[in-house]
């Protein structure tokens, strides 16, 4: 059995932050539904988002990149989930996933 590194698990959540920056830039106006905001602050997030991808591909050690990852999805999971339970869960969900990979080997 293979064991998974940091180093992978920040290319699987590189992945997540490209699937998020495809529907910002791609379906801009159903995302800033989603989340109650307007069009431009979820342009700016998907900029924030494709960073913080780069970084995770591209670091030597990828614990500050999933690190910052997981407080990006904490700050959205406070800024856009309060009303809004499924964006909580989603948030909250991506922050989960990125927190695990700081527990894996290096």
């Given at each position: 059995m293979h064991r998974i590194t940091q180093r992978?698990?920040?290319?699987?959540?590189?992945?997540?932050?490209?699937a998020w920056v495809a529907l910002a830039f791609g379906r801009t106006g159903r995302?800033?539904?989603?989340?109650?905001?307007?069009?431009?602050?979820?342009?700016?997030l998907g900029i924030r988002d494709a960073a913080s991808g780069v970084a995770l591909l591209v670091a030597s050690d990828p614990r500050l990149p999933?690190?910052?990852r997981v407080a990006f999805d904490l700050s959205d999971a406070a800024?856009?989930?309060?009303?809004?339970?499924q964006v909580l869960a989603m948030t909250l969900g991506f922050a989960a996933v990125g927190a695990a990979g700081l527990f894996l080997r290096r």
């Open positions: 992978t698990w920040a290319r699987v959540v590189a992945g997540g932050c490209a995302m800033a539904e989603i989340c109650g905001t307007t069009p431009s602050e979820i342009r700016a999933l690190a910052t800024r856009y989930g309060r009303a809004r339970p």
